[in-house]
């Protein structure tokens, strides 16, 4: 059954490979052992479900004689002894189940510690967004397919398990029970041994092919819805985020027809999935119904020739439906196998990526940590993902307390060197030292603000040491914040309460704060005024002497607060100069 399965859905051996591949850390891990205890307890109540299904079995024969004998005494000892019978089996069904979901859980959150931490390690998630062929909606796949995966895969091997189990358990009673056939042949007669068994199976091996042929191609369409839907709703989470720059363009019916573009996709695909499933219902609903009289027609000749009592009939019948249950195991999850195979793909090509990103991230700059108080560049060269030269062997060296501006018309390469300094940029060369056990802080034009209380955006990404809140106070008392003092415990999301400009001073007052040795600003005064500019950084000055300050930046008004500025043409030509 296994390998006529695995030939007929094209679950070939890389695909199994590839499964086990995503499977195998967990059962590996420093949780292996309850992991393999709980399975053991799960398989061994599969078994003892399996047990009770052949005491059914055996109990059906007991049960229809004692109608047909109209033995009242035999009667009611078989209602007494299927009381028990069904008592066991519930209680064997619950905790079945209960364990079941239990492993789901235990492993489906350890798997998801494990890719947030790949995802994360290393600006993973910053650099997916480099590679040409990029993983789209990394976070669906984590959130969503990590739960399909752990729910498919329990349900599909405990229920192959379950039908392998009942296959050995009941083809042995249905031969028994079968007897022989005798069919004429020409002038002879052929007799046929446990002829249920034959039939079974042959039903079996037709309604496996058949399905097969009908339900193929739904293993790319729920591929492809996957990954419709997330596209979708990552477009409505996008809306969202940039509400205001939608509101002031006015761009609702631009953004309505993207809307309804992507979920048109999503409209379409499941359409085609409809009509796929509509095709395979008919068929699977049709294959359990004959299934159900099927046996009675084959077994009815020995009966009505009184080979066999209605108890036997009974049972014969119920045997037959139990091999043909497990015989069918691919017929009737069919749907379930193809919705599989596409989780295993896309968990799959996302590792795939990461692994890619993360080989990439190899071929960069050479950044070496040494106890050293300067910041210096080497034969540093930066290029564009296809290519191109941003620029050419630069040298540079900065110490404490020294002040950078990086110039030059946009294109030019400023950010980027700025990415590549903080190792996030792949596309480099040369060598970068950075001194050992000193921290940096990076200021972006815009202002990252997580989610929680404006005392947890001030302190994000988290403080060195303990910060009290009249320092906090401080801070924003410098940076012009103060009319926000009264919400430090105030729950917001803040990136859409704020204006701009007060993001990029709540930026000033991390710096603050935490006092690096090292400040990276890229834009960070672009949204402010430049008289609320001036006071900013002459902030940084008076505050933060001994931080060395590498600023990115348009306006010559940042020439006064800078010693050294370096100018990039985004040709590769590069030019310094002190302040």
């Known amino acids: 059954m296994v390998k006529g399965m695995v030939l007929l859905t094209g679950i070939n051996l ?6 086990w591949q995503l499977a195998r850390g967990y059962w590996s891990s420093e949780e292996k052992w309850r992991a393999w205890g709980l399975t053991a307890v799960i398989v061994t109540l599969n078994l003892a479900y399996v047990y009770i299904l052949v005491l059914l079995n055996t109990w059906n024969n007991r049960f229809y004689n004692a109608l047909q004998n109209l033995d009242i005494e035999e009667f009611f000892s078989a209602q007494l002894e299927f009381c028990v019978l069904a008592g066991i089996y519930i209680i064997v069904a619950v905790y079945q189940l209960y364990l079941q979901q239990m492993l789901e859980i235990k492993w489906r959150r350890w798997m998801t510690q494990q890719y947030l931490d790949s995802w994360l390690a290393k600006q993973t998630y910053y650099r997916l967004q480099l590679i040409e062929n990029s993983t789209d909606n990394p976070d669906q796949r984590i959130s969503e397919d990590l739960r399909l995966f752990t729910n498919y895969t329990l349900r599909l091997s405990l229920g192959l398990l379950k039908a392998v189990v009942t296959l050995v358990s009941f083809i042995a009673i249905l031969w028994q029970l079968s007897g022989t056939l005798t069919i004429p042949v020409g002038g002879t007669e052929v007799t046929i041994s446990g002829y249920m068994v034959w039939v079974a199976i042959l039903y079996a091996v037709v309604g496996t092919w058949l399905a097969h042929k009908i339900g193929k191609p739904l293993t790319k369409l729920n591929f492809d819805q996957q990954r419709f839907e997330a596209d979708f709703r990552f477009s409505l989470v996008r809306l969202r985020e940039n509400s205001e720059s939608i509101a002031f363009y006015g761009g609702e019916s631009r953004e309505g027809q993207s809307f309804m573009g992507r979920f048109g996709s999503v409209l379409d695909n499941f359409w085609q999935i409809m009509k796929r499933q509509k095709q395979l219902t008919w068929f699977t609903s049709g294959y359990a119904q004959i299934a159900i009289i099927f046996p009675f027609l084959v077994a009815a000749p020995r009966y009505f020739a009184k080979e066999i009592q209605l108890g036997g009939l009974i049972q014969t019948a119920a045997a037959f439906g139990k091999v043909q249950d497990a015989l069918s195991f691919f017929v009737e999850s069919y749907p379930l196998l193809a919705e599989w195979k596409s989780v295993v793909d896309r968990l799959t090509g996302f590792v795939g990526n990461m692994e890619k990103v993360n080989a990439l991230s190899d071929n960069g700059a050479d950044i070496h940590h040494v106890p050293t108080p300067a910041l210096t560049m080497s034969g540093l060269s930066i290029y564009l993902p296809d290519g191109r030269l941003l620029l050419s062997k630069l040298n540079l060296s900065l110490t404490a307390g020294d002040s950078l501006l990086v110039a030059g018309p946009s294109g030019s390469g400023k950010s980027t060197l700025l990415r590549t300094l903080s190792g996030l940029w792949p596309y480099a060369q040369g060598d970068i030292t950075v001194p050992e056990g000193q921290s940096s802080l990076f200021l972006p034009q815009k202002a990252y603000l997580p989610l929680g209380t ?8 988290g403080p060195r040491q303990p910060v009290s809140d009249e320092d906090i106070y401080t801070a924003m008392s410098l940076c ?13 999301e803040w990136s859409h309460v704020l204006s ?3 993001q990029q001073r709540i930026a000033f007052v991390r710096a603050l704060i935490h006092k690096p040795e090292w400040l990276f600003m890229d834009e960070a005064t672009s949204a402010l005024d430049e008289p609320t500019e001036r006071v900013l950084y002459k902030l940084l000055c008076e505050h933060l002497q001994n931080t060395a300050m590498i600023s990115v930046g348009h306006r010559g008004t940042l020439n006064s607060y800078h010693k050294k500025k370096l100018t990039l043409d985004g040709a590769g030509c590069w030019s310094m100069l002190t302040l």
């Open 14 to 19: 890389g695909f199994v490979k590839d499964c």
């Open 454 to 461: 404006l005392r947890e955006v001030l302190l994000y990404p």
């Open 500 to 502: 701009l400009g007060e």
């Open 480 to 492: 012009k914040l103060e009319g926000l003092k009264d919400q430090l415990n105030r729950v917001e």
